[in-house]
RNA sequence: GCCGACAUAGCUUAGUUGGUGGAGCGGUGGACUGUUAAUCCACAGGUCGCAGGUUCGAGUCCUGCUGUCGGCGCCA
């Protein structure tokens, strides 16, 4: 890389008294005829420069003096502890323009574009997402999302799961038919995937232990702040395994994200003015587990109208949630409330062996998993009870016609967990280029 | 699919009973040798989302359309 110098290592005193050369933007400017401040950025920080006309001589200060916001520049010059409030500066002694900014079109994110977001987005930053991902927040957010990835990667590898890939061109769905979408596929009809899971299943006699990070696609008109139509599921699949098992990782998986969060990112957490304690609450903390009667219970006891056999919406999630400081397991959902997929409770087929873990603070389901159906006979029963057309999943049958075996896994909604844990307001927030059903430019 | 809001300069917005559309930021020019969202002076920048209607007169009232935002259902 063409560059040994970082803002961040001046900021921590690596460099002191000694000549840099940073290779940057320009952040923001300020200054006189004699003397021109200069605030850079990158990567890894902000500084202040100090272009000094006695200094660096007249055509470098106007050259520099005169570079608009988010003009690139290389600047040397003296890093220098200061007792100002912006701790280090540098002291220039030359630099030049890389990458100059038109005057006749100055960068659009400004001060004024993000006071009135709130930390979240206005159509127009939406609409100039691809420079809006160089302000602060969100590189910041972009900076916890990478450690988010590799938390997972790292919970799963460090117990010898597999990394798996699945097609994302499939023939059918796995949640409702109507939320996929369809892609022409010469001349016969495709669909992008909702989840690797049917494919996993696939992989399970074969890896039995597997997980995967990838984009899953639903056609939903949603809109809220939980939803996209494209977002990143990680998912799990484990052969052997119970509901209870299953949980086990979705937890394990979830508190492993929020101590490296701790670990790593305390500095983003705080500048997004996210509470430490709370993040390690959610890292040390166990979660509880509930099944449904109880939370059908519970709801019917704060006067909440619902019939045993619904399954619990959003509005009924958030009633349970409140009463909970981390998140919790709903499991044993009514058959009739879940699809084919779900294996029947042995001890009482009425109900089926899932789980949903919620979020707390309102942000709501974020892994939905359990034991699969596995032996043939219970799979062909649950799909002709719910009048599933077999075709499309012939392959998924065959599976279970060699060699079957109880197995699970889970899908857990990376982007919510970085909303949630960011405290994020939105989930756009999370993702660099979010679509919805409005929206898939820029 | 359903419900509710909003649309004024590049951005964020003010605009009173309908009577010649203002400001801050950003940009340009100028002043200032240590600023911290720098400050001060000046200049440029507008088919008030689009199409109709009411009216002597519409940014303002009415209708339709488009776009966006928020919420619900569904889910990760």
Not at 163 to 175: I, T, W
Not at 312 to 320: M, N, T
Not at 382 to 409: C, K, L, Q, S
Request: net charge negative; aromatic share 10%; glycine share 8%.
């Amino acid at each position: 890389m063409g560059k040994e110098y970082w803002i961040g290592d001046v900021n921590s005193g690596l460099h002191d008294d000694s000549e840099v050369e940073l290779k940057a933007w320009v952040h923001r400017t300020r200054g006189t005829n004699k003397i021109w401040f200069m605030v850079l950025r990158d990567s890894t920080g902000n500084v202040q420069c100090v272009i000094k006309r006695d200094a660096v001589g007249d055509e470098c200060f106007e050259s520099l003096s005169n570079a608009l916001i988010e003009s690139s520049v290389i600047i040397r010059g003296i890093a220098s502890p200061t007792d100002r409030q912006h701790g280090h500066e540098i002291q220039v002694t030359s630099g030049e323009v890389v990458g100059p900014v038109n005057p006749d079109r100055p960068f659009p994110i400004t001060e004024s574009a993000m006071a009135e977001s709130d930390g979240g987005e206005t159509e127009f930053l939406l609409d100039h997402r691809h420079l809006y991902l160089r302000t602060g927040r969100m590189t910041t957010m972009l900076k916890l999302r990478s450690t988010v990835f590799g938390a997972i990667h790292s919970y799963f590898r460090d117990l010898d799961f597999i990394e798996y890939q699945a097609p994302n061109f499939v023939s059918g769905a796995v949640e409702g038919g109507s939320t996929l979408f369809e892609v022409p596929y010469f001349g016969r009809k495709a669909y992008l995937t909702q989840s690797w899971q049917l494919y996993a299943e696939a992989a399970m006699p074969a890896l039995e232990r597997l997980y995967t990070m990838a984009p899953s696609f639903r056609a939903e008109k949603s809109r809220t702040r939980r939803h996209l139509t494209e977002f990143w599921h990680a998912e799990m699949e484990i052969a052997w395994a119970s509901n209870t098992e299953v949980m086990e990782h979705g937890e394990g998986v979830v508190r492993h994200i929020a101590r490296t969060l701790l670990d790593e990112r305390s500095d983003e957490l705080t500048s997004l003015e996210r509470d430490l304690d709370l993040i390690a609450q959610y890292a040390d903390s166990e979660y509880p587990r509930m099944r449904y009667d109880e939370a059908i219970e519970i709801l019917q006891g704060k006067g909440v109208e619902v019939q045993w056999g619904q399954d619990l919406d959003y509005s009924k999630e958030k009633i349970l949630t409140a009463d909970f400081d981390v998140p919790h397991f709903l499991t044993h959902y009514p058959r009739v409330a879940k699809p084919f997929y779900h294996r029947p409770d042995p001890d009482d087929p009425k109900y089926v062996l899932c789980h949903d873990l919620l979020a707390p603070e309102g942000y709501g389901e974020i892994i939905g998993g359990g034991e699969r159906t596995w032996s043939e006979g219970e799979i062909l029963e649950r799909i002709e009870e719910e009048n599933t057309p077999m075709e499309a999943y012939e392959f998924y049958i065959d599976v279970r016609r060699f060699g079957g075996v109880p197995h699970g896994g889970f899908g857990l909604g990376v982007d919510r967990v970085c909303t949630w844990l960011a405290g994020a307001e939105h989930i756009r927030e999370a993702i660099p280029f979010p679509r919805d059903s409005r929206r898939v430019t820029p």
